[in-house]
């Protein structure tokens, strides 16, 4: 069960702009020159992978709602290589 309102922390980190930022190292690098750079500390790291996790269930959700069934079996996988990386 994934509890989306206790795991935002109001933390500007968890907003899907940052994740789509994030994404790619393409054009999105010159948003890092304007918003400032991100922390890099232990506890931001972890917060990150809670946060895709997050992120993974709402895709999950759409990908139901859409009838995408691989979808929805794949994104068991995703979250379960996220969940893998949390000490």
Known sequence: M?????????DPAADWTIRMAN????????F???????ERT?????????????HLGAVRLERHR??????????YDDVAAVLAEID
């Open 66 to 75: 859409h009838g995408e069934s691989d979808g929805v079996a794949q994104s």
């Open 2 to 10: 994934l509890d989306f309102d206790r795991t935002w922390w109001g």
């Open 32 to 38: 890092w020159e304007t918003y400032g750079k991100q």
């Open 42 to 54: 232990p506890a931001a790291a972890w917060r990150s992978l809670i946060y895709e996790i997050r």
């Open 23 to 30: 994404a790619k190292q393409d054009e999105r690098l010159a």
